[in-house]
């Protein structure tokens, strides 16, 4: 940061001096537009020996120079991509602008989220994709970056998005399926691979029965799933309540292979009911009439 | 001269350490030794257990009820790392509630300080005479007695493995979700409360922590909370648990809004032990104060070290008015019940219409 503020005033400075001299003697020859990374040369028309500074958004250079002869600037001076400026003082000083322009893309940055997600969710899955070049500048010009979104047990499918100030991003409903679902980010030679879960979501017709089992009552979910048939993950927690003459009891229990099973001892007439989270099952009315 | 001047000085000095003595609480000491009382009986014995010890504290009981010393002392100073282990008896109330000329009873508050706080303990001890001596009947403790069997445990195991990146974009896992289900902001006469119930709605567990903001009106932060330990921090998948979050001094007219967060973590987690809350019912406790009791049993094969009660109640419109908490200092021994009880406030009792349990617990790493 203080590089950035140091830079940019002594950018100003020279600015305000180079604008002064520059009516005098424009005299800096060097190209207008620069790709990143790519080697190029500074003149300076005259005789005669000064001093070049060369002020880019991440560094700066000073340099003696000797004039009418070609100053080489090597590709990893120039590698970040942004305004670069050149300012040369003998007796008077003159500026000249040079833009660093980002390479071609070489890499990409890609986050999907969220790393799991509830099946059937409208836009619940999003990704973004950034472009970078081999010198980590975001690369600005539009290009295409292809997705190819592979969810298990379904066909693979593809998106293209064209990069707005090189961002491309999509939004997507998670499957009905639960399982993995793999978003790869392409753009030419570069691609990313992401993976996040879709799992199951609420419980959907949850049910329970009961059957005596001496001075209990043994209690056994259906297996447990959500509304499109997913079942729900072992270790889950399932609530069961009993109500009867010896007061209110309750057990939370997890999944194990699809079912949750409790065990009560009754007094009585009891009424039982079973719930996963805010959703509630079946009530069985136990020994009454 | 000299000799009248020795004399005196040793009369001060008599002086002096009987005043010291009485200072000290001599007299009281001397009372609680003696046993010539119910209530001093009681009195003694107390002071035993409050000085850890149990040979002096055991010789003061009645031993017609047969109580074996080792039973004895696993009551009172606690075994397996429970929460009475942890515990010492700082003070006692003794009030008479029945006396005859060979027996009485008495009812003791003990206040217990312990490693989660203050506990408080009410019995009533019955007290029989034998010769001069009162001796306090100590009822046989009814520790469960489970066969020797085997118990297959298979419960599911969470494990959180690799390293997080900072790197943007990188491949990582998020927090879980979880989601406040209710909060209600209650005025008590010395604070105000927050209270309601938060759910786990991912699939992996989650260790969770609830903050609360009581805002003025012009949006300023009148306090801030957390819930402390009346929540349970470690939420399975699809666990729901109460949380109740104190800001102690504030006043409702003071607060325009509430800003309330949860925070969960993404931890290792074992869905065992699985704990049942039975028997639960709401009465009145020997010193007339509305109770909600009930018996925790451990259905795992492991020892439970220290369980914590955290009960929800609702109002007839299902919304959380109130929630209660209670640690149990005994350990939880594999199908063993064990009996818990939470106060209920005299005004939620009347508003009270249905309530929920669930319990927090705490077991040691086994060697």
């Known amino acids: 940061m203080l590089l950035r503020i140091l830079t940019s005033f002594c950018g100003l400075s020279f600015a305000l001096l180079g604008a002064h001299s520059a009516a005098q003697e424009p005299a800096i020859t060097a190209p207008k537009n620069v790709t990143a990374g790519t080697p190029f040369a500074i003149s300076v028309v005259g005789q005669g020996k000064g001093t070049l500074y060369l002020f880019g958004p991440t560094q700066a250079i000073k340099r003696e120079i000797e004039f009418g002869k070609d100053t080489p600037i090597a590709g990893s001076e120039a590698s970040s991509a942004g305004i670069y400026q050149i300012t040369v003082c003998a007796a008077d000083c003159v500026t000249k602008v040079v833009e660093v322009q980002p390479a071609a893309p070489a890499r990409l940055g890609f986050l999907l989220h969220p790393s799991r997600v509830p099946v059937s969710t409208p836009n619940a899955v999003n990704g973004t994709a950034i472009a970078f070049d081999q010198y980590n500048n975001i690369v600005i010009t539009p290009s295409e970056i292809t997705f190819r979104i592979a969810a298990s047990g379904e066909k693979i499918s593809e998106k293209t998005v064209r990069t707005v100030r090189g961002v491309a991003a999509f939004q997507m409903d998670s499957r009905p399926n639960q399982g993995t679902l793999e978003v790869t980010a392409s753009l030419a030679t570069a691609s990313e691979p992401r993976v996040i879960q879709q799992v199951a979501s609420e419980a959907c017709g949850l049910r329970m029965t009961a059957a005596p089992s001496g001075a209990t009552i043994t209690l056994q979910t259906d297996p447990i799933r959500d509304c499109k048939g997913n079942p729900l993950p072992d270790g889950t927690i399932v609530s069961f309540i009993k109500v009867d003459g010896a007061g209110k009891s309750t057990v939370d229990t997890p999944i194990k292979k699809d079912r949750a099973i409790a065990q009560f001892s009754v007094s009585g007439p009891a009424r039982i009911s079973v719930a996963c989270g805010v959703v509630l099952g079946n009530e069985i009315t136990w020994g009454g009439r | ?367």
């Open chain 2, 1 to 367: 001269m000299k000799r009248g001047l020795a004399v005196f000085v040793i009369l001060a000095t008599a002086v002096l350490l009987a005043a010291g003595w009485l200072h000290a609480g001599g007299l009281k000491i001397r009372a609680e030794r003696s046993g010539s009382t119910p209530e001093e009986a009681v009195r003694a014995l107390m002071a035993s257990i409050q000085a850890r010890d149990w040979d002096q504290a055991y010789s003061r009981l009645d031993h017609t009820s047969d109580v074996p010393k080792a039973d004895f002392v696993r009551e009172i100073a606690g075994s397996d790392g429970s929460l009475r282990t942890y515990s010492t008896l700082q003070s006692f109330d003794i009030w008479p509630v029945h006396a005859s000329a060979d027996q009485a009873v008495l009812r003791v508050r003990l206040n217990w300080s312990s490693a989660v706080g203050s506990l408080a303990e009410v019995r009533d001890l019955q007290v029989v005479r034998n010769g001069d001596v009162w001796n306090v009947v100590w009822p046989k403790p009814n520790f469960a007695k489970i066969p020797l069997h085997v118990l297959p445990v298979n419960y599911l195991r969470w494990d959180v493995v690799g390293r997080r990146s900072d790197e943007w974009g990188t491949a990582a896992v998020d927090s879980p979700r979880v989601r406040i289900l209710s909060m209600n902001a209650v005025e008590r006469p010395d604070r105000v409360v927050i209270v309601g119930e938060v759910e786990n709605e991912d699939t992996v567990p989650a260790y969770l922590n609830i903050t609360a903001a009581l805002l003025k009106p012009d949006g300023s932060v009148l306090a801030q909370q957390d819930s402390f330990d009346v929540i349970s921090h470690s939420l399975l998948p699809k666990q729901v648990s109460p949380y109740r979050i104190d800001f102690p001094s504030a006043r409702l007219s003071q607060v325009k809004s509430v800003r309330i967060d949860a925070h969960p973590l993404l931890v290792p987690a074992s869905a065992d032990p699985v704990i049942s809350v039975e028997n639960q019912s709401v009465s009145k406790d020997a010193l007339g104060r509305t109770i909600l009791k009930g018996a925790l049993v451990n259905q795992s094969g492991q020892i439970v070290n220290i369980a914590q009660v955290l009960a929800v109640f609702y109002d007839a419109g299902g919304k959380a008015i109130w929630v209660s908490d209670g640690y149990v200092d005994q350990a939880l021994y594999p199908q063993g019940p064990v009996p818990f009880a939470v106060d209920i406030p005299t005004d939620i009792a009347e508003r009270m219409h249905d309530y929920h349990v669930v319990v927090n617990h705490y077991t040691a790493p086994s060697a």
